[in-house]
Structures are given as structure tokens and as C-alpha cells.
């Protein structure tokens, strides 16, 4: 059985603090423009800032670990049940973006779904090469299950790239003949390495942060001029869906890659995967770093929890 949802989630009228956000790509976007020559460390530097939208969630105690040989942190609500687990792979172009970067958001959302979630320092481009990240997510999966976590509890999610990796997680593993996770869970998800997408046009003066030219640059980080960008595991608009685990999608309608979003889901629709697509009206690039000052963000993580609960 399948279900083909897509629904426009309209802002509260005074209430989504957007600007927050969109400040913070605008800000990004000038220093990258205007600083020649940025050295990789201050280009993460930069971007490890991205926790800053985020109010810091109460009732969540962070503990950092090594799963399956991958560092990252552990975000522990209280109340929540230990064996549900969000393994988060976090945003960045594969390049940039950390576990520190991405805690809050990732203790947010296991918050609001009574679990608990693991975010992952997965190895970066481009020192490593697809499929370095898939790899390091498989491998954070597999000791998950080994250490007494059912796979049907276990939910891949991510941002960005990381959304990316949250659905290429799941198809290695099913590849690999082993249970699937229960279910996936992509914001903003990007996958094109292509770099061909609409909205890369249509959307280039309303999204703050994203461009052509700076996808080029992550997609010859991750790929290394070596992969072919239709590799399902690094573009999964190339991937075979039959028999994928459930799929929350959100997106922001004025970001240019919103036809990732939407692509993917009328590819998973056709395959026969339960699917839900929810679009953040005026929101920019995974507009769920806006929790805990967005009206419009608690409504789509309590639509995110009834879809995880059902």
C-alpha cells in the first residue's frame, strides 16, 4: 500500500522567524564571495555555525561515542525510548557540516518522536571519496544492529547531503540482502549530482544560499572526477526504490533544490514506496534548523511525529 501525500505547510502569520535562517546562508554566501582563497578549515569553520538558528531544546543531555567505528554525539531526551534510533547523517555538500553542527536539530526532532539519535562524523570530502560517507553510514547501522537495536527501530535521516546519505544508507544495506530500517527521513534532501535540477533556475533569487557553482564544487569533492554522477548510491534519482522503507520528505518551496524533493518523490511513488512530501511555503534550505522559534517548524515536526508513530 502507498501513500502519495503532498501537502503545503503555510506559515503562521507573525511566527516563522525565517529571516533567522535566511541571514545566516546570506551572510555565508557573501564571505564565500568575497574571500579568495578560503582554506578548507575556515570554509567548515564557517559552516559549523549552522547550529545557530536552533534554540537549544530542553530535557536533552548529549553524550559523544564511536559507533561502528564512526565518532559522533548522542542525543539523549529525556523520557525517550532507547531502543528507537534516529542515526543522523548531517548536511554540508558531503564536505562540511559536523555532529556539533547538527546536534540541536538532531535532538529536536528525536524530542519530538520519544527516540533517541546518534549523529554521525562521517569521513568528508573531499579527503574521501564516495562512497567513503555510505560506507561510514552502514557500518554506524550495522553496530547499531549488533548491539541489540531491532532494524524496524532504526530510522535513517539527514539534511542536505545528508539526506542523500540517509536514503543511499538504505539502499546499501538492502543491496546487501540485510534488513532495511524501518524508515527514512529526508530535509532538504540533496541529489543531483548531475547538477541539473529546475529550481536551480527557477528558485536561484529566492534561496539564499544555494548555487549551481557551489554544488559543482561539492559535487567534484565527493565524486573526484572519477564517479559517474548517475552512481545510485551518490545520486539516488538513479536508484531502484522496490521495496524501500517509508519516506518522510520536507522541503522549502523557494529553494532551488526543491525539484530534488520533489523528483525523488515521484520516483519512490512509482516504485511502490509509502511516501510523504511536505513543503514549507516560503522556507528556505532545510528550514527544520529554525526549531524551537518557528511556529511553522513545531507544526511540521508534530506532522513528522504522528507520520513516525502511525
Known amino acids: 500500500m502507498t501513500a502519495n501525500v503532498v501537502e503545503q505547510t503555510a506559515a503562521p502569520a507573525g511566527t516563522?522567524?525565517?529571516?533567522?535562517?535566511?541571514?545566516?546562508?546570506?551572510?555565508?554566501?557573501r564571505i564565500m564571495e568575497t574571500t579568495p582563497g578560503l582554506t578548507m578549515r575556515l570554509f567548515?569553520?564557517?559552516?559549523?555555525?549552522?547550529?545557530?538558528?536552533?534554540?537549544?531544546?530542553?530535557?536533552v543531555t548529549y553524550r559523544e561515542d564511536t559507533v561502528g567505528g564512526v565518532p559522533g554525539i548522542w542525543c539523549?531526551?529525556?523520557?525517550?525510548?532507547?531502543?528507537k534510533v534516529l542515526l543522523y547523517t548531517h548536511?554540508?555538500?558531503?564536505?562540511v557540516g559536523s555532529a556539533s553542527s547538527h546536534r540541536k536539530l538532531a535532538a529536536h526532532v528525536a524530542k519530538a518522536l520519544?527516540?533517541?539519535?546518534?549523529?554521525?562524523?562521517y569521513r568528508r570530502a573531499p579527503e574521501f571519496t564516495h562512497p567513503a560517507q555510505v560506507d561510514d553510514g552502514v557500518a554506524a547501522f550495522d553496530a547499531l544492529v549488533a548491539s541489540?537495536?531491532?532494524?524496524e527501530n532504526i530510522t535513517t535521516i539527514g539534511d542536505s547531503a545528508g539526506g542523500n546519505l540517509a536514503i543511499a544508507i538504505a539502499l546499501a544495506v538492502k543491496e546487501q540482502g540485510k534488513e532495511a530500517p524501518g524508515q527514512v527521513i529526508a530535509f532538504s534532501p540533496w541529489l543531483d549530482m548531475e547538477n541539473k535540477g529546475e529550481t536551480l533556475v527557477t528558485n536561484n533569487d529566492t534561496d539564499a544560499l544555494i548555487t549551481p557553482e557551489l554544488l559543482e564544487g561539492?559535487?567534484?569533492?565527493?565524486l573526484g572526477g572519477t564517479i559517474d554522477p548517475r552512481t545510485p548510491l551518490a545520486n539516488p534519482l538513479y536508484a531502484?526504490?522496490?521495496g524501500f522503507p517509508r519516506l518522510y520528505i520536507t522541503a522549502g518551496s523557494v529553494e532551488s533544490l526543491l525539484d530534488n524533493a520533489t523528483r525523488l518523490e515521484d520516483r519512490v511513488r512509482t516504485a511502490g514506496v509509502d511516501v510523504t512530501l511536505s513543503i514549507g511555503e516560503g522556507q528556505q534550505h532545510v528550514y527544520p534548523f529554525l526549531a524551537g522559534r518557528s511556529a511553522l517548524v513545531a507544526q511540521e515536526f508534530e506532522k513528522l511525529a504522528a507520520w513516525y508513530t502511525k
Open 76 to 83: 539523549l531526551p529525556q523520557g525517550a525510548d532507547s531502543t
Open 44 to 59: 567548515r569553520s564557517i559552516f559549523d555555525e549552522w547550529h545557530q538558528p536552533t534554540v537549544e531544546p530542553e530535557g
Open 218 to 222: 561539492m559535487i567534484a569533492g565527493v
Open 240 to 242: 531502484d526504490f522496490s
Open 148 to 151: 541489540g537495536i531491532a532494524p
Open 16 to 29: 516563522q522567524n525565517q529571516d533567522v535562517l535566511r541571514e545566516l546562508y546570506a551572510d555565508w554566501a
Open 91 to 95: 548536511g554540508g555538500g558531503f564536505a
Open 114 to 121: 520519544g527516540s533517541v539519535s546518534f549523529v554521525l562524523d
